[in-house]
């Protein structure tokens, strides 16, 4: 029997460990060890996206230990096509993710050491099928991020909030401390919530079993699924930026160093969506079908909110930070369609924000280092003396408006599909027009900042990308193509999870949403 679902979640770890015991003077050594943790990470992924039995489906790789049986907990680790898609994404973010920290100065040692840590209770997520569990990685997840951007982050001076300017932003402090306890405290407010939902699951379910399997066998009350849902929901949809919890994450991502930036919207906010489609859908659909109406209305006003707030910013992290806001309103449309086309483009949604970001991250990283500015009204030019960055960016540019031949245009195509099929196909309408609304802002902002006459003064040396800086850039960029013109790549593992879940699931939750 092999271990390559523990493999992929203990590599990261046991890199961190051996971290612990290397002396903080060997920076060269403190990066490999990162490194190979990251990519035997990546290379099982890899090894289990090929070992996966695509036709048959379905929980695969199955592994189980014992923790505590007498509360039935139990590290179930095992994968779906969902699972293997993300794992997928996961892999690659964190590979990219170290190779563009290569230039991280102080305390180096521990900035590795957190992001391997936080990396770990992202694979553990995606693989575990026991509750508890489950819940245990997300945290691990998610609390390294307050030290990677309390310690490692930038203040910068808070710029307006987007269309809607309150005079409370005037007040609100810019600085990475204040980024990240804004983030840590909203975000154990949604964890509090999906605690109460875990415990409600566990004491309702006749067995007294986080065992994910038998839960999602468990008809529960329609009054306890009505509790639930709501709290997961809101518990992991905290994390996914669903408005108006989303506030934490602008401020996060403009506050974040580079790779945090990267795995904070490349991944960590799939884990928030994933928590909404694995837990909420599945396990209680009485409940999702009742309540898809309103977080279909509220994935809306993300799609569109957050691309008015995009359009408005003067900041180039903050337009990224907001256009991620947007662009996770799209997974959640597509979670709320309850159809196979809906669900197969948010998941699709994921992978494909989750690189699209992870470039545009990168990217801005590097803008940043040379020109010391993330002020737009600054830029102008960069082409002329940074092509590879601006050939990138603009890719990236591209697929964030969903043109034809990138990932991003077969996610959005699916989930606009899915919400015109279902019961209020109006979701779609909004939805084109942020996609509109993006198109505008990426476009006007690619082209103030490379696309003009020659900078001349200080910006006219810049350099270009070198030595590990290449790695993201061509990676990232690369799947963008890969996966817009293959999509088959990535959807066969994700329609035959869709298709699965669903055809599970009883007929009279998803014969028709109603409207509340």
């Known amino acids: 029997m092999n271990h390559l679902l523990a493999t992929i979640v203990a590599a990261p770890a046991i890199a961190g460990a051996v971290l612990l015991v290397v002396p903080s003077t060997q920076r060269l050594a403190i990066r490999v060890v990162s ?16 070992q996966y039995d695509r036709a048959t489906g379905g929980l695969q790789l199955l592994e189980t230990v014992p923790l505590v049986p007498s509360l ?108 990240a306890m804004k983030l840590t405290l909203m975000l154990l407010v949604g964890s509090a919530a999906i605690l109460v939902a875990m415990f409600l699951l566990w004491g309702n379910s006749g067995a007294r079993t986080f065992d994910l399997q038998v839960l999602e066998a468990t008809k529960f009350p329609i009054g306890v699924q009505h509790v639930v849902f709501p709290l997961v929901w809101l518990g992991f949809g905290t994390l996914a930026g669903v408005f108006p919890f989303h506030t934490w994450s602008p401020d996060g991502h403009a506050s974040a160093p580079t790779a945090v930036s990267m795995l904070h ?28 109406p309103i977080v279909g209305g509220v994935a809306v006003v993300n799609v569109l909110y957050g691309a008015l707030c995009a359009a408005s910013q003067k900041d180039l992290k903050y337009i990224v930070a907001y256009s ?52 737009i009204a600054k ?65 006007r902002a690619c082209k103030a900042i490379f696309w003009g006459p020659a900078p001349a003064g200080e910006y006219s040396h810049l350099e270009d990308v070198r ?24 959807l066969d593992f994700i329609d035959v999870a869709s298709q699965g879940y669903l055809g599970r699931l009883p007929l009279v939750a998803l014969a028709q949403v109603v409207t509340p």
């Open 35 to 50: 490194l190979l943790g990251a990519l035997v990470s990546l290379g099982a992924s890899i090894q289990i996206a090929l």
């Open 72 to 179: 039935g907990i139990h590290l179930k680790l095992a994968v779906d096509g969902w699972g293997v898609a993300l794992l997928l994404l996961t892999g690659v973010i964190i590979v990219t993710g170290v190779l563009a920290s290569w230039s991280v100065e102080r305390r180096d040692k521990e900035f590795f050491l957190l992001l391997l840590v936080l990396v770990a209770g992202v694979f553990g997520v995606f693989v575990s099928q026991d509750l508890f569990v489950f819940f245990l990685f997300y945290e691990i997840a998610v609390l390294p991020m307050y030290l990677l951007i309390g310690i490692w982050g930038s203040s910068h001076e808070v710029p307006a909030s987007g269309p809607f300017k309150f005079a409370w932003r005037r007040f609100a402090v810019g600085s990475k401390e204040y980024a």
């Open 265 to 292: 919207a490349g991944v960590l906010m799939k884990l928030g969506a994933f928590g909404v489609l694995r837990i909420g859908m599945v396990l209680v659909p009485d409940a999702a079908a009742w309540w898809a």
């Open 324 to 375: 991620s806001v947007s662009h996770m309103g799209v997974v959640m449309l597509g979670i709320a369609t309850l159809n196979a086309a809906g669900w197969n483009g948010a998941v699709y949604q994921m992978v494909a924000h989750g690189i699209m970001t992870g470039l545009f991250f990168a990217l801005v990283g590097l803008v940043y280092e040379r020109a010391h500015t993330r002020a």
């Open 379 to 443: 830029m102008g030019g960069f082409a002329h003396v940074m092509p590879v960055v601006a050939g990138f960016f603009t890719l990236a540019c591209l697929s964030s408006l969903g043109l034809p031949g990138t990932a991003g245009f077969i996610a959005e195509f699916m989930v606009f599909a899915g919400a015109a099929k279902g019961a209020n196909a109006w979701w779609a309408v909004p939805g084109v027009l942020g996609a509109f609304v993006t198109a505008v802002y990426v476009l």
């Open 467 to 490: 030595r590990t800086e290449w790695a993201a850039p061509l990676v990232l960029g690369s799947l963008l193509v890969v996966f817009g013109f293959w999509p088959r790549l990535l």
